[in-house]
Each structure stands twice: as structure tokens, then as C-alpha cells.
């Protein structure tokens, strides 16, 4: 389909691929089909797999990245970082040492003044930034907490874990005792089971419960 032409070429997204020639520094843009839709003499040192229609590229490699579209048209102008790949319309984004988070029109909607966005989820994965529901867990100074898609702060950073549950937010101590709080915040299991899977399973039998509380 594609001649080995290239030294580098990282995966198709959205039938979209970067590589780059054995001569060139710099990536280019192609189709499944070989054709070029962004040339190497456009500068881009370093490059991310597109993500909703967009790709985050940098000219000089290191930071200020930039997110473009297919056609190379500028959507988000450069200053970051450093960034993760768009998920449910949003990215993480870091800025001057902090995290937060863009929209695809490059609205911050969650400022950059946390020192972590990963999402730990029930069933073992991490996302970088948002679930698909629009969740993520934020770190400060060491804590953890949860803010929604608009930055709003469900659950304040005050807690050593917090793992994003599909109906709740489970959450550590010091001691390793865990417990979980419903998707308003609000204390639902106290924090006394040994595991994640033992307060997995008190939330199972809640939702079974004839009158269940979530």
C-alpha cells in the first residue's frame, strides 16, 4: 500500500499517519493512501497521532506545542508545554508547570495549576485527562481530587488515591483503608475496606438493594 520509503512512521488515526523521510528532520502528514496532506518543510520537529480531528505538533521538538488540523490550519496556538491527545473534546494541556485542560477551540476549561491529570478507572486502565463521561482526577501537592469537563471541582484534593468508579469515586487513605463517595461528593461508603474490590463489591449490593441509595 505505502512504499518503504521512510525513517520513522508512527500509527494511522483518523486515516491519518506521521513519518518521516531518512533525509528529513521533520515530519510530514499522510494518508492511507501515501499522499502527503502536510509536508516536511513545514517545520514540525515533533509530532502527536491525531485525536477528534486534531494533532498537537511543535517546531522546535521541546514544547510550545500547537494543535492543527488535517488541512495544517492552526486551531490552537502555541504555548504549552507539554499535552495529551483529545478525549470527549477535551486534552491535557500543561502550562508553565501546572495541568489543566483545553477545549478543541482552545478555551481553557480547567485551569493549569494542578501538578497532575491522570485518571485511574475501576476496571485498572489510566486516561490521560477525561473519561468518556467527562471525568477526570486532578493531583495537588501530593492529593487527589475530581473536576468535571466544565473545571468544576466535585471532589475536593484531599485524598492519597482516587480511582473513578462508573457510578462512584472510590477512594484511599493513608492507612490503605478504602472507601467511596457518590458522584456528587457526598460520603457514601466510609473508608474501612481492606481493597478497591471490596468496596466494588458494597457497591454492587447497594445497586441491588429494592431502595438503593445511589
Do not use: C
Amino acid at each position: 500500500m505505502i512504499r518503504h520509503r521512510y525513517a520513522e512512521v508512527q500509527p494511522f488515526r483518523e486515516g491519518l499517519a506521521w513519518v518521516r523521510r531518512p533525509e528529513a528532520s521533520r515530519w510530514a502528514l499522510i494518508d492511507t493512501t501515501g499522499a502527503a496532506l502536510i509536508e516536511a518543510n513545514n517545520g514540525y520537529r515533533a509530532v502527536g497521532s491525531f485525536s477528534e480531528g486534531l494533532s498537537w505538533v511543535s517546531m522546535d521538538g521541546k514544547g510550545r506545542w500547537m494543535a492543527v488540523d488535517r488541512t495544517n490550519i492552526v486551531k490552537i496556538p502555541p504555548g504549552y508545554e507539554d499535552v495529551r491527545p483529545f478525549r470527549g473534546g477535551l486534552a491535557a494541556v500543561r502550562q508553565n508547570g501546572g495541568w489543566g485542560a483545553v477545549d478543541r477551540t482552545g478555551q481553557v476549561v480547567v485551569p493549569t495549576r494542578y501538578h497532575g491529570l491522570t485518571t485511574a478507572l475501576a476496571d485498572g486502565r489510566h486516561v490521560d485527562g477525561f473519561t468518556e463521561d467527562g471525568l477526570a482526577v486532578v493531583e495537588l501537592a501530593g492529593r487527589r481530587g475530581v473536576v468535571d469537563r466544565t473545571g468544576r471541582v466535585l471532589v475536593a484534593p484531599a485524598y492519597p488515591t482516587v480511582v473513578v468508579h462508573p457510578v462512584a469515586f472510590l477512594i484511599g487513605d493513608e492507612s490503605g483503608r478504602w472507601g467511596a463517595l457518590d458522584r456528587r461528593g457526598e460520603r457514601l461508603i466510609e473508608p474501612a475496606h481492606p481493597s478497591p474490590a471490596a468496596v466494588v463489591a458494597e457497591i454492587d449490593r447497594l445497586l441491588a438493594d429494592t431502595t438503593p441509595v445511589l
